[in-house]
Nanobody
Framework: QLQFVESGGGLVQPGGSLRLSCVAS????????IGWFRQAPGKEREGVSC????????KYPTSVKGRFTISRDNAKNTVYLQINSLKPEDTAVYYC??????????????????????WGQGTQVTVSS
């Protein structure tokens, strides 16, 4: 079963930083566009960063631009999400998802959670003093 495994979440104080990792389990992710999404309690899942298979193109919503950075190391089969200047409102479960189909470039440009075929189980990020 194709699945991503996220790690790197935890409890961090406001203003702190975290680096989340997304590893492909049992397959190579070099052909996959990857997105990071988050879901806070009582809220809908939202996209926070997306990256093309080569890493050339990235997409960030305005709400996180300048604080979130997505990157990938295809040799390590891993995509990263660097989050700086963390705020309490960043508290959520963070998921990565992948798409290697013909819709992958469209999904990166849109960077919303619909239509991504492969998902991970998520990692909890809690920002609190």
């Amino acid at each position: 079963q194709l699945q991503f495994v996220e790690s790197g979440g935890g409890l961090v104080q406001p203003g702190g930083s975290l680096r989340l990792s997304c590893v492909a389990s049992g397959f190579t992710l070099e052909d996959y566009a990857i997105g990071w999404f988050r879901q806070a309690p009582g809220k809908e899942r939202e996209g926070v960063s997306c990256i093309s298979p080569s890493g050339t193109y990235t997409k960030y919503p305005t709400s996180v631009k300048g604080r979130f950075t997505i990157s990938r190391d295809n040799a390590k089969n891993t995509v990263y999400l660097q989050i700086n200047s963390l705020k309490p409102e960043d508290t959520a479960v963070y998921y990565c998802a992948g798409d290697r189909t013909l819709t992958r470039n469209y999904n990166v440009a849109k960077c919303t959670p619909e239509s991504w075929p492969v998902w991970g189980q998520g990692t909890q990020v809690t920002v609190s003093s």
